[in-house]
Structures are given as structure tokens and as C-alpha cells.
């Protein structure tokens, strides 16, 4: 059975930082593409960043020069370190990934975390 648990969430100040991880069972996040979503209340679940299988990375705009997707395979976890974080970033954050074998970058995933919350106060 797979398992992605998310962890590192929290009440944070603009300006600060946080580092969201991600942990697996049941699958080996090395060779698999990867991502972090989010999902604010009253809105769409949005990409904010994912990795290919290859470690090439892609960001939302929103994001770009302030978070980092990173993996550790050797813990089988993957972060998501968030720096300068601002109001509108609070949200849900989810973890997800899919197959061995998918594209770099697919447009759906198969496997996801139960989610963890981002508040960023003013």
C-alpha cells in the first residue's frame, strides 16, 4: 500500500520560512516524478512545483526565486523548502506522485499525501 505522509507545516510570518517534507511507503521516490500542490479555501488545486524523474524542476510563477523542490532518496523523502513566504500563500499543501515510466511532468498524479496546512500571517 502506498503512503505519502506530509509533514512541516505551520503558522509562519510573512518573510519566513518553511520546509515541507514528504515521506514514502510503499514506493521509492528516485526515478519517479514528483510535485507539491496546493489548494487555498474557495480555490483550485494549483501546481506549485514538480521534478521529472531526471531532477529537472518546473515552478508556478507565484512561486519562482522563493521555493525549491529537492528530493532525498536515500531517506525516500522530498521537501519542499519555502523562503519569503507571504499571505498568499497559505494553503494546503499536498505531495504527489505517479508511476515509474511517466512523463517528465504529467498533467495528473496517482499518488498523494493526506495534505498539510501553510498559514502565513501578516
Known amino acids: 500500500q502506498v503512503q505519502l505522509v506530509e509533514s512541516g507545516g505551520g503558522l509562519v510570518q510573512a518573510g519566513g520560512s518553511l520546509r515541507l517534507s514528504c515521506a514514502a511507503s510503499?514506493?521509492?521516490?528516485?526515478?519517479?516524478?514528483i510535485a507539491w500542490y496546493r489548494q487555498a479555501p474557495g480555490k483550485q488545486r494549483e501546481l506549485v512545483a514538480a521534478?521529472?524523474?531526471?531532477?529537472?524542476?518546473k515552478y508556478a510563477d507565484s512561486v519562482k526565486g522563493r521555493f525549491t523542490i529537492s528530493r532525498d532518496n536515500a531517506k525516500n523523502t522530498v521537501y519542499l523548502q519555502m523562503s519569503s513566504l507571504k499571505p498568499v500563500d497559505t494553503a494546503v499543501y499536498y505531495c504527489?506522485?505517479?508511476?515509474?515510466?511517466?512523463?517528465?511532468?504529467?498533467?495528473?498524479?496517482?499518488?498523494w499525501g493526506q495534505g498539510t496546512q501553510v498559514t502565513v500571517s501578516l
Open positions: 504527489a506522485s505517479t508511476f515509474m515510466g511517466s512523463s517528465d511532468f504529467p498533467p495528473n498524479y496517482d499518488y
Open positions: 510503499g514506493i521509492f521516490f528516485s526515478s519517479r516524478p
Open positions: 521534478m521529472s524523474a531526471g531532477d529537472s524542476t
